[in-house]
């Protein structure tokens, strides 16, 4: 029982790393680690984004957005330079991108343009990473 207590204090004293710590982590990482954490990055800045065009704050959001697609980029380079995570990355990637256009039906005319460009980016990732994958996929085949 003890031990289940101290378990659980624990995981509630695990605080969430912030962005700038995943981002100075993601620098120091391993090329294999890398993926990942360009991912997490990338996930908590959309959660920032959300909110922040929620509160109205479209200019600090679009740098948030600006950060998605460039860590979901590094992701992808990660992801094929060391051809390991390629299928997550791919479906975190549309997972975000799908995030994306919820975000951007809820905004204005004039906020819409930057978050339609990361779309076509993150697209762009997600397209990448599907013919890597098909790639070697052929290459197992043909052997």
Known sequence: MLLVI????????A???T????????????????????I????HQLHNADRLYSEG???????????????????????TQTNKRLKNVEIDVRKIADKLRDIKRTLAFEDQPAVEQAIRRLEDV?????????????K????
């Open 6 to 13: 101290f378990a659980f204090h624990l995981c509630a004293g």
């Open 15 to 17: 605080k969430e790393e």
């Open 19 to 38: 962005v700038d710590e995943l981002k100075s982590r993601f620098e120091s990482a391993r090329p294999e680690d890398r993926a990942e954490l360009g």
């Open 40 to 43: 997490r990055i990338a996930q």
């Open 57 to 79: 704050r479209a200019e600090p959001a679009v740098a948030a957005v600006d950060d998605i697609v460039a860590y979901s980029e590094k992701a992808r380079d990660a992801a």
């Open 126 to 138: 997600r397209t990448t990473l599907l013919k890597v994958m098909f790639a070697n996929d052929n």
């Open 140 to 143: 197992k085949g043909k052997k």
